[in-house]
Every structure is written in structure tokens, then in C-alpha cells.
């Protein structure tokens, strides 16, 4: 993985682990993030009566088990499956993927950039670790842009590329809220000021969002603002479309908004 684990797991924790051997009394599993074995015991593969280890855990398949216990002068690892929910295993599984996409990400970035792997950690990957880890890196790269980076002392170029490499790769999800403007400003600057007011709201970005103008026949023009999330793209409209009001009622002319059902 990029970011740099312990040698042990720890007593609670979830581990994403591929079973090797299956025995009459239980099955030895290869931990696949620390490059560990531990054994899980069949007593800790399921809850109901177990007639059939096989019908549970096979040689090959990837589960997600919890650490039990943990004896590292021994070299000896407890491990459970049944005391894993299906809420555990859905997201130690998303966030596996996840861990494993984002190395395969550092790892073209490296290449672009003409460093090896361990010269981009040390000059950028041990920065995003510290504050996220290096997939959210290249999400934040997405969304915000190489400035995300850059604020938390990655280097100008490295950011660039992470941006980069992340918009071909990462396929961010984003919502949409419209509205309708409707602005008059009938002073002899008037176009001036309306197409100053728009230039300026776009400008009033909010975290990962955006808006954008469409003019429909004035005095009515489109107003639509995507972010992330709803809460954040019902922000950046308001504010938006605030914002052009009021610079326009300052100029001496006058508007309204609503938003689109």
C-alpha cells in the first residue's frame, strides 16, 4: 500500500485476507495488507451450526476478517469471520478498493513525473497521508484542483499532475441545482453591468462547487450550480445569485431568482 501501515495489526481490527488452507478445524488466511498469516479457528466462522467448512470459506476467496488477537513474538494471528457485520464488510471492502486504486494512481504519477515510488512519497505522499489518505489526494485534486495539494506543501508540478492523472481515472460525482434570474438594469452601461455581475459570481466558487449562466431571452437567464452534494450546491446558488442581484440593484437596476422544481 502507499501509505505506510504497521508490521502487526492491531487487536479489533478489520483486515481484507485470502484464505489458503482449509482444515477440520478451521482455515489459515494470508493477510493481504501486512503480508501476515493467521488462523481462523472454526469456531469464529459462523454463528449457526457449521456442517460443511467449505460451504463458508474456500481455498482463494478474499474476506474480510476481524483481528482477535495478536501474538507477534510468536507470529500468531486470531481472526474472525463471523463477527464481522455486513456493514463492516461492505466498507473495509470499498475502502480496500479504494487504498488500491489510489497506490496504482501514485504509482502512473511517479512515472509521469520521472521519480520512483519512494522519492514521490517522501516529497508528497507522506504530506496527503498526513491529512487524508492518498486516494481522497487525488479526489480532492479532482474537485478542487491542484490547489488542494499545493496548500498542504505538495509541490506545484506533483499537484498538477495528480489532477491530471485523477480527472482521466476518478469519475467524481456532482449534482445540479437550477434557477431562474430575471434582471433589468436600464442605465446606458447596463450590458456592462450585468455581464461584470455574472463574471463576478462565478468567481464566488464554494469548495468543490461551480455555477454557470445560460441566457434563456432576457431579462431571464439560467442560473446552475453543481456540487458534490446537494447542501452544498443549494449553497453556491444562493450565493451565486445573490451575488448578481446585488451588484446589479447597486448599478441601479433590479432582479429576482427562484429556483427550478
Same mark, same amino acid.
Do not use: H
Given at each position: 500500500m502507499v501509505e505506510r501501515k504497521p508490521e502487526w495489526p492491531e487487536n479489533g481490527d478489520l483486515v481484507i485476507a485470502t484464505i489458503e488452507t482449509v482444515t477440520d478445524y478451521g482455515?489459515?488466511?494470508?493477510? +493481504?495488507?501486512? +503480508?501476515?498469516?493467521?488462523l481462523l479457528h472454526v469456531s469464529e466462522i459462523s454463528s449457526s451450526w457449521l456442517r460443511n467448512i467449505r460451504d463458508f470459506v474456500r481455498e482463494g476467496q478474499k474476506v474480510v476478517l476481524k483481528v482477535l488477537r495478536v501474538d507477534s513474538e510468536k507470529g500468531h494471528i486470531d481472526l474472525s469471520l463471523r463477527r464481522v457485520t455486513?456493514?463492516?464488510? $461492505?466498507?473495509? $471492502?470499498?475502502?480496500? *478498493?479504494?487504498?488500491?486504486?489510489?497506490? /496504482?494512481?501514485?504509482?502512473?504519477?511517479?512515472?509521469?513525473?520521472?521519480?520512483?515510488? +519512494?522519492?514521490?512519497?517522501q516529497q508528497a505522499g507522506e504530506k496527503i497521508d498526513e491529512k487524508f489518505s492518498i486516494y481522497e489526494g487525488f479526489e480532492k485534486a479532482v474537485k478542487e484542483g491542484p490547489e488542494a495539494l499545493t496548500k498542504i506543501g505538495v509541490p506545484e508540478k506533483i499537484a498538477a499532475t495528480f489532477a491530471e492523472v485523477g480527472k482521466d481515472r476518478i469519475h467524481v460525482k456532482v449534482? !445540479? #441545482? !437550477?434557477? $431562474?434570474?430575471?434582471? *433589468?438594469?436600464? !442605465?446606458?452601461?447596463?450590458?456592462?453591468?450585468i455581464k461584470e /455581475?455574472?463574471?463576478?459570481?462565478?468567481?464566488?466558487?464554494?469548495?468543490? %462547487? %461551480? #455555477?454557470k449562466f445560460y441566457v434563456i431571452a432576457a431579462p431571464k437567464y439560467s442560473i446552475e450550480a453543481q456540487a458534490?452534494?446537494?447542501? *452544498?450546491?443549494?449553497?453556491?446558488?444562493?450565493?451565486? /445569485?445573490? %451575488? #448578481?442581484?446585488?451588484?446589479?440593484?447597486?448599478?441601479?437596476?433590479?432582479?429576482?431568482?427562484?429556483?427550478?422544481?
Open positions: 482455515a489459515y488466511a494470508k493477510l +493481504d495488507e501486512f +503480508d501476515k498469516r493467521g455486513k456493514r463492516e464488510r $461492505i466498507e473495509k $471492502i470499498m475502502l480496500w *478498493k479504494k487504498e488500491r486504486k489510489g497506490e /496504482a494512481l501514485f504509482r502512473e504519477v511517479a512515472t509521469k513525473i520521472g521519480l520512483t515510488f +519512494d522519492e514521490l512519497y449534482v !445540479k #441545482v !437550477k434557477g $431562474i434570474l430575471e434582471i *433589468k438594469c436600464m !442605465k446606458p452601461n447596463g450590458v456592462k453591468v /455581475a455574472f463574471a463576478a459570481a462565478k468567481t464566488e466558487k464554494i469548495c468543490a %462547487s %461551480s #455555477v458534490e452534494n446537494y447542501k *452544498k450546491a443549494e449553497e453556491v446558488f444562493q450565493k451565486a /445569485a445573490q %451575488s #448578481v442581484i446585488l451588484k446589479i440593484t447597486k448599478a441601479g437596476g433590479q432582479g429576482t431568482f427562484r429556483r427550478e422544481k
